[in-house]
Structures are given as structure tokens and as C-alpha cells.
């Protein structure tokens, strides 16, 4: 005879599973966004500077859907759902500062840098409450950070003097 065992989903209880529904969607939302300027900003990108910017936009877009795939799953795995559909995306990020046709390096990317800054405030502003809630969502809005600032550098450093 098989004896079946009732499992609860979650590991984690309702108080963090919110917190962390609360504090990382933004950040999902945002990191998608990021990653469809981001391919507008590879498409469009113009001047001396071409293959460098070209390629490196491709990695910040990769890293944007892997950060946003992170985090979208932290929130699955306690036990609450994610809405990242694009219409949702749409209206709760900011407009892009990526321009809607061809651009010069320079000003690609500062647009893609600033959308960056808008994620990475939303990124700490999860770091400051998840430390209150769910210390293991707090490690992956820390991860991000990391990532992001690394990509941000990297993107900056070709404008710095
Ligand atoms: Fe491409």
C-alpha cells in the first residue's frame, strides 16, 4: 500500500512570500524594460564607437533577463505569482530615455545608463526592506545590485574621461 504525504508549497511564510512580491516585481518589471531598450539601443547604436557598444549591449540585455528571471522566480518559489506581461510592463515602468531611431554612442549610452539607475534604485530600495522580511530575497536583490553595477560601469567607463 503507498501512503501519500502532504507537503506545504512554500518553505517560507505569507509575511516574507508578500515583502518579497512587493519589493521584487518592480524590479522584474523594470529589468524586462531594460531588456527591450536595451535590444533598441544594440539595434540603433551609431558612431566611432559601434562594435564595442554594439556587443556589450547584447551582454547588458542577457544579464537584464537573467537578473529579471532571478528574481521572478525568488517570488514564484514562495508561493505568489508574477504578472511581467508586456502591457504590465508598459505601464508601471517609466518611459525609456532610448531613442526611437538611430543614435550616437554617447547618447545611447547615457539613455541606457539612466534607465539602469532607475532599476538600481528600486533594486536597493528592496535590499532596505527585504532585510526586515526575507533575508534570502534580500541575497538575490543584492546579486542584482552587484550585477547591474558592474554592467553600469562598464557601459560608463567608455564615456569617463
Ligand atoms: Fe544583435
Known amino acids: 500500500m503507498t501512503k501519500t504525504q502532504t507537503i506545504s508549497m512554500t518553505a ?28 533598441q539601443a544594440h539595434w540603433n547604436v551609431r558612431g566611432s564607437n559601434f562594435i564595442a557598444i554594439h556587443e556589450l549591449l547584447d551582454t547588458v540585455v542577457a544579464n537584464a533577463q537573467g537578473f529579471a528571471d532571478l528574481a521572478a522566480e525568488r517570488i514564484v518559489a514562495l508561493g505568489l505569482p508574477i504578472d511581467a506581461r508586456v502591457s504590465t510592463v508598459a505601464e508601471k515602468t517609466g518611459a525609456t530615455r532610448v531613442p526611437a531611431g538611430f543614435a550616437q554612442w554617447q547618447d545611447e549610452i547615457t539613455a541606457v545608463v539612466t534607465d539602469m539607475d532607475a532599476v538600481i534604485a528600486d533594486v536597493q530600495a528592496a535590499i532596505d526592506a527585504l532585510d526586515e522580511t526575507d533575508l534570502t530575497s534580500q541575497d538575490v536583490a ?18 569617463a574621461a
Do not use: C, M, Y
Open 142 to 159: 543584492i546579486a542584482i545590485k552587484a550585477g547591474l553595477e558592474k554592467d553600469r560601469w562598464f557601459l560608463s567607463a567608455h564615456l
Open 12 to 39: 517560507t511564510g505569507p509575511e516574507a512570500a508578500s515583502s518579497t512580491a512587493q519589493f521584487l516585481t518592480p524590479v522584474v518589471l523594470g529589468l524586462q524594460a531594460l531588456a527591450v531598450n536595451g535590444k
